[in-house]
């Protein structure tokens, strides 16, 4: 089975969205499918896409060009070339959230990691909202083969996008292997209480700042993420140390440090963070909101995300029962791989091949 798939994603610094489609990659890889990797670059973006595929066996069809927004934008839009003339023969074409190329034959499949934009567009930047919803409208039509990253997702994409169940499949994102209980701790001088998130209002970074004031500011707060987009959250106070954005091995040893991990998103398509600082050996206090269901499973202690008090006592919660809920957090994380994930996709484009 030879497998066009767009690693556009790829171009900017991974988080959710990037690491699930080079997860999904290395997957395919290990299970002995012939990948073609594709898609148009930015020159200053270029050495991202190429980091990432190191060492992973793919054919490359990685065309450097200075416009390539525009590019995959207008590509989409038309409608044409066909893929075919660039990539030759493939029976699978996987596109992405950045684009949506054209093809004459094979299976036509895509991921959709959540329907923020069509729930919530108040917590979405409004270009996302035009580019998500029209993919989202396209694969509605086309697509052969849907990709939901939880269960949440898939029934979203039922109901708002009419989708039949036939052409929806659930494969969970996974931990990257540098995730594990073993390995160095960080140490920010003083115990600290964990949160990872892009710093946007969907994640709700707020709230836990109001939580975290409600528990006098100890365990200090440590803040991951870059900026989003909207209002910023006041991180600038007493107590809570803002780290930015790190690369896995730093986030690593910040989840193994960590007196407990915080996470009280409003929503979510996946949540990969809980999954990792379970897999990191760290107890963890999250959002209440079903979105977080497959994420979260029985390990974690659930709370409110509206509720500052509510997220509060969790989180102190989280830190008391810190014995039981490691070694449940480890199995949870443990029932998440990417070789599953990769069964999943295989699994759902030989059945559509099937039907065609």
Not at 14 to 38: I, K, P, S, Y
Not at 42 to 58: F, T
Not at 126 to 141: L, P, S
Not at 286 to 302: I, P, Q, T, W, Y
């Amino acid at each position: 089975m030879r497998i066009a798939y767009d690693v556009s994603p790829l171009s900017h610094p991974r988080t959710g969205v990037g690491n699930f489609v080079l997860g999904a990659l290395r997957a395919l890889v290990e299970l002995h499918a012939d990948v073609v990797a594709f898609g148009p670059l930015s020159p200053l973006r270029r050495h991202l896409v190429d980091e990432a595929l190191e060492g992973l066996d793919v054919e490359r069809w990685l065309p450097t060009l200075p416009p390539s927004h525009a590019w995959r934008t207008v590509w989409s839009r038309l409608q044409w070339p066909p893929a075919e003339s660039v990539l030759g023969r493939f029976d699978v074409l996987h596109f992405s959230d950045w684009m949506y190329p054209p093809q004459r034959n094979g299976v036509r499949a895509t991921t959709i990691h959540d329907l923020v934009p069509l729930r919530f567009p108040e917590w979405t930047h409004g270009r996302t909202v035009r580019m998500h919803g029209a993919k989202y409208r396209h694969a509605a039509r086309k697509a052969d083969v849907i990709v939901c990253n939880s269960t949440r997702t898939q029934r979203d994409v039922h109901a708002l996008l009419g989708v039949e169940p036939e052409r929806t499949h659930v494969a969970w994102p996974a931990p990257s292997p540098t995730f594990t209980k073993e390995g160095e701790h960080a140490d920010l001088g003083r115990p600290y209480v964990l949160t990872v998130a892009t710093l946007e209002p969907r994640k709700n970074l707020e709230t836990l700042l109001a939580a975290h004031e409600l528990m006098g500011g100890e365990p200090a707060l440590a803040v991951v993420g870059a900026a989003g987009w909207g209002p910023q959250p006041q991180l600038d106070r007493p107590d809570v140390i803002r780290l930015g954005y790190v690369d896995d091995e730093q986030l690593a040893r910040l989840y193994r440090g960590a007196a407990a991990f915080a996470f009280p998103s409003r929503f979510e398509g996946f949540g990969i963070p809980v999954v990792e600082a379970m897999a990191s050996g760290v107890a963890a206090a999250v959002s209440a909101d079903e979105s977080l269901d497959d994420a979260a499973g029985d390990a974690a202690v659930r709370a409110d995300p509206a509720d500052p008090r509510a997220l509060a006592d969790a989180i102190q919660e989280a830190i008391r029962r810190r014995d039981e809920l490691v070694p449940k957090g480890l199995a949870h994380a443990a029932r998440f791989t990417w070789r599953r994930a990769g069964e999943v996709f295989l699994g759902a484009y030989e059945q559509a091949l099937a039907r065609l």
